[in-house]
Nanobody, 124 residues
């Protein structure tokens, strides 16, 4: 089992930045691929970005590429999502997810472990 706890969400003005963190406990986090998803009210959960356990491969959804950066620090069992140039349409609950292995996937059902989510609100 892997337990995930997100933090770092909040209210920010358009154009601002936030850095989300995902603290992992339980099994060896370094053997898990980590991803971020988001879900806005009334919408499906949407893939944001993923990073393999080695950190050697990352993938970011096209709509967020160039603004969002995923990273991780296996020594601290923590993953990060740096979000810059935020827009009102980025408003959502952001979730951290993990799956065992060294391959990234974009489907929500490809991930076995989830955090409780952190709210990000971007005002115009």
């Amino acid at each position: 089992q892997v337990q995930l706890v997100e933090s770092g969400g909040g209210l920010v003005q358009a154009g601002g930045s936030l850095r989300l963190s995902c603290a992992a406990s339980g099994r060896t986090f370094s053997r898990y691929t980590m991803a971020w998803f988001r879900q806005a009210p009334g919408k499906e959960r949407e893939f944001v970005a993923a990073i393999t356990w080695s950190g050697g491969s990352t993938y970011t959804a096209d709509s967020m590429k160039g603004r969002f950066t995923i990273s991780r620090d296996n020594a601290k069992n923590t993953g990060f999502l740096q979000m810059n140039s935020l827009k009102p349409e980025d408003t959502a609950v952001y979730y951290c997810a993990a799956r065992y292995g060294d391959d990234w996937y974009t489907g929500r059902y490809d991930y076995d472990y989830w955090g409780q989510g952190t709210q990000v609100t971007v005002s115009s």
